[in-house]
């Protein structure tokens, strides 16, 4: 998985914060890695996420369904109204949307998905880690 260089000082933060109570193995090798990378240019990392933020600025209430998954790709664990949008550059940059569905009264009120769906709700910009399985 490739991220940009200059969220490095961010995840090892994050990695040495989360994981202090955890000595696991994979653990350890997560901070060994980050202590090898250049962290000596944070001033890189401002840009970046600022890139980052401005780009989910976009989503607004009434924004459609189309327009989000041509700009970001989203999670795999799919929903029809919550769906966690991934920052295409960076893919521990994650915001969740709510989505107004029509629903077909036929079939137990199920969601039925559409292009033109429209954002009725944006959570907050979040960091989150991107699947270290």
Not at 18 to 43: I, M, Y
Not at 80 to 93: A, D, E, G, L, R
Not at 101 to 127: C, F, M, T, W
Request: aromatic letters at 12%.
């Amino acid at each position: 998985m490739k991220f940009h260089p200059a969220i490095y000082p961010l995840f090892f933060t994050a990695i040495t914060s989360f994981g202090a109570d955890n000595n696991s193995k994979a653990n350890d090798d997560q901070v060994a890695w980050l202590e090898k990378q250049d962290t000596s240019t944070p001033k890189n990392i401002i840009p970046f996420m600022e890139k980052c933020l401005f780009d989910f600025s976009t989503i607004k209430v009434g924004v459609t369904r189309a327009t989000l998954e041509n700009q970001f790709k989203t999670n795999s664990a799919y929903s029809p109204t919550n769906v966690t949008f991934i920052h295409p550059q960076c893919s521990y940059f994650h915001i969740d949307v709510e989505f107004q569905v029509k629903r077909d009264p036929a079939e137990q009120n199920r969601a039925i998905l559409g292009k033109d769906d429209k954002v009725i709700h944006v959570s907050k910009p979040y960091i989150e880690r991107a699947g270290w399985d």
